[in-house]
């Protein structure tokens, strides 16, 4: 039931911090200023910061930012981005070591929103998960806010990541966002989006894109994998197991994915291809 939330004493935070961070607003670089206001932001509503960083980063984050804690993993992915981002595969691996009950996962550069912060305060859904999207904005005094559509913090069990592989997106790149919320729905997962007077609780401060085009694409390619290995998986299993959508055999979130990819491709189709009345 998400009629209630459940209060906890401990409550772990997870995040990948770089050890450099630049936002150039007015020709200032808010970049450190911007870093510490986040951190400060999930301190203040109850939770342990823990950033997961590899070898190359661990030691300059943790000099710099000595409140928080850093869990070390062994791998980045410096030889397929130029920078050493950590694996979201080994930040939830790292979750299941630790014996986490709930936990949150934020990207770096997001704040709380002041006045959503007593409202979060070591609380967490009686079930399922719940997650937020979030402000844009232009600088730290929240100039022109507009909502993005992306899932920047997510509230969510660690029992719940059991039911499904989890592939290797670097965390930090486009599209795992997407994915881990409509994975913890195919396998039966309900999950709420987090609002405060109807505007998501976290904001961040808006900057180019930090990302390829091609690493758009290879990651959407893994998307597409990692929802077609659950499709298959979910739809072998007898109808009275799983929920399904009409007759099809498929979870009802998995056949939305599939039915919006067919009307996408359609509208590809006639975009791409012109005409020819033969009348």
Same mark, same amino acid.
């Given at each position: 039931?998400?009629?209630?939330?459940?209060?906890? %004493?401990?409550? $772990?935070?997870?995040?990948?911090?770089?050890?450099?961070?630049?936002? &150039?607003?007015?020709?200032?670089? !808010?970049?450190?200023?911007?870093?510490? @206001?986040?951190?400060?932001?999930?301190?203040?509503?109850?939770?342990?910061?823990?950033?997961? $960083?590899?070898?190359? !980063? #661990?030691?300059?984050?943790?000099?710099?930012?000595?409140?928080?804690? @850093?869990?070390?993993?062994? =791998?980045?992915? =410096?030889?397929?981005?130029? =920078?050493?981002?950590?694996? /979201?595969?080994?930040?939830?691996?790292?979750?299941?070591?630790?014996?986490?009950?709930?936990?949150?996962?934020?990207?770096?550069?997001?704040?709380?929103?002041?006045?959503?912060?007593?409202?979060?305060?070591?609380?967490?859904?009686?079930?399922?998960?719940?997650?937020?999207? =979030?402000?844009?904005?232009?600088?730290?005094?929240?100039?022109?806010?507009?909502?993005?559509?992306?899932?920047?913090?997510?509230?969510?069990?660690?029992?719940?990541? /059991?039911?499904?592989?989890?592939?290797?997106?670097?965390?930090?790149?486009?599209?795992?966002?997407?994915?881990?919320?409509?994975?913890?729905?195919?396998?039966?997962?309900?999950?709420?989006? /987090?609002?405060?007077?109807?505007?998501?609780?976290?904001?961040?401060?808006?900057? %180019?894109?930090?990302?390829?085009?091609?690493?758009?694409?290879?990651?959407?390619? &893994?998307?597409?994998?990692?929802?077609?290995?659950?499709?298959?998986?979910?739809?072998?299993?007898?109808?009275?197991?799983? %929920?399904?959508?009409?007759?099809?055999?498929?979870?009802?979130? &998995?056949?939305?994915?599939?039915?919006?990819?067919?009307?996408? #491709?359609?509208?590809?189709?006639?975009? !791409?291809?012109?005409?020819?009345?033969?009348?």
């Amino acid at each position: 039931s998400f009629l209630y939330l459940a209060k906890v %004493t401990v409550l $772990n935070i997870y995040t990948s911090i770089p050890p450099v961070v630049k936002r &150039m607003v007015n020709g200032v670089d !808010e970049g450190p200023a911007w870093t510490r @206001i986040c951190i400060d932001s999930w301190k203040q509503a109850g939770y342990t910061v823990v950033s997961v $960083n590899s070898a190359s !980063e #661990s030691a300059a984050v943790q000099a710099q930012y000595p409140d928080i804690q @850093i869990a070390q993993v062994g =791998r980045d992915g =410096r030889h397929l981005v130029g =920078r050493p981002l950590v694996y /979201l595969s080994d930040m939830l691996q790292l979750v299941q070591s630790r014996g986490d009950g709930y936990f949150g996962i934020v990207n770096a550069d997001v704040r709380f929103l002041p006045q959503a912060i007593p409202s979060l305060q070591q609380w967490v859904p009686a079930s399922g998960f719940v997650y937020s999207n =979030r402000l844009d904005i232009d600088d730290v005094h929240f100039a022109n806010p507009r909502l993005h559509g992306g899932v920047d913090f997510i509230l969510l069990s660690a029992r719940d990541v /059991l039911g499904f592989a989890h592939p290797d997106f670097l965390f930090g790149t486009p599209w795992w966002d997407y994915w881990l919320p409509l994975a913890l729905n195919s396998t039966g997962t309900a999950g709420r989006r /987090l609002t405060h007077n109807g505007l998501p609780v976290i904001a961040h401060l808006f900057h %180019t894109d930090q990302w390829s085009h091609n690493q758009f694409l290879a990651n959407f390619s &893994m998307f597409n994998h990692a929802i077609a290995e659950i499709v298959a998986q979910r739809s072998s299993l007898p109808e009275s197991v799983h %929920t399904v959508d009409g007759a099809s055999g498929l979870p009802g979130p &998995m056949l939305k994915i599939c039915l919006e990819y067919a009307k996408a #491709s359609s509208g590809l189709i006639h975009q !791409e291809n012109t005409p020819l009345d033969i009348a």
